[in-house]
Nanobody, 119 residues
Framework: QAQLVESGGGLVQPGGSLRLSCAASVSGIIFSRYAMGWYRQAPGKQRELVAS?????????TYTESVKGRFTISRDNDKSMMTLQMNSLKREDTAVYYC?????????WGQGAQVTVSS
């Protein structure tokens, strides 16, 4: 059972934008403690870490080279939510995107959101 819920995926033309959201569906966790991020997996390819954000205020962010300057990761601990703003989308960004949250040895994952970039 997914403990994080993604939303915002869909079909977009090349050059377009999408915003993915990831909300915690598990009650009782201290959301701010968790480092979080997004992976993606395209058909026939290995899962790839797209972006990550540190716990607490999220002061440390990392991006895979291919999305730098186009994607922005952010978090809102008050809303227990993380977002991935994706701009200037390319066909090669097509994949299922998964959010995750990790604190020491505890991990939560979302069910995946399909992003398709096609004309």
């Amino acid at each position: 059972q997914a403990q994080l819920v993604e939303s915002g995926g869909g079909l977009v033309q090349p050059g377009g934008s999408l915003r993915l959201s990831c909300a915690a569906s598990v009650s009782g966790i201290i959301f701010s403690r968790y480092a979080m991020g997004w992976y993606r997996q395209a058909p026939g390819k290995q899962r790839e870490l797209v972006a990550s954000i540190s716990s607490d205020t999220g002061g440390t962010k990392t991006y895979t080279e291919s999305v730098k300057g186009r994607f922005t990761i952010s978090r809102d601990n008050d809303k227990s939510m993380m977002t991935l703003q994706m701009n200037s989308l390319k066909r090669e960004d097509t994949a299922v995107y998964y959010c995750y949250a990790k604190f020491i040895t505890t991990e939560y994952w979302g069910q995946g959101a399909q992003v398709t970039v096609s004309s």
